[in-house]
């Protein structure tokens, strides 16, 4: 098993930054890629951006330019460090952790809200 806490959420200005942190405890030798996803009130849960163990990454159209997502494999944590921020980006924020015998996220963080005022 593994756990994840997501920290770092809360309520900026458009055009401001924030930075949020999942930290990974457990069983992390199993894990692959590590993810970030969002969901908007009303909206599907979306895919933001992510990270394979050898640290390729990649990231929703919506997100490029604006969004870097980091991996430190020996502090067990996956950061997203979000700037430049818009209205749309509000929403809530969840780690996701893909295991080595999958294609898919297999465990997920409890959310972090952010929310961008325009």
């Known amino acids: 098993q593994v756990q994840l806490v997501e920290s770092g959420g809360g309520l900026v200005q458009a055009g401001g930054s924030l930075r949020l942190s999942c930290a990974a405890s457990?069983?992390?030798?199993?894990?692959?890629?590590m993810y970030w996803y969002r969901q908007a009130p009303g909206s599907m849960r979306e895919l933001v951006a992510g990270?394979?163990?050898?640290?390729?990454?990649d990231y929703a159209d919506s997100v490029k330019g604006r969004f870097t997502i980091s991996r430190d494999n020996v502090k067990r944590t996956v950061n997203l460090q979000m700037n430049s921020l818009k209205p749309e980006d509000t929403a809530v924020y969840y780690c996701?952790?893909?295991?080595?015998?999958?294609?898919?996220?297999?465990?997920w963080g409890q959310g972090t809200q952010v929310t961008v005022s325009s």
């Open positions: 996701a952790a893909v295991p080595i015998y999958s294609d898919r996220p297999a465990y």
């Open positions: 990270i394979t163990s050898d640290g390729s990454t």
């Open positions: 457990g069983s992390v030798s199993s894990i692959n890629g």
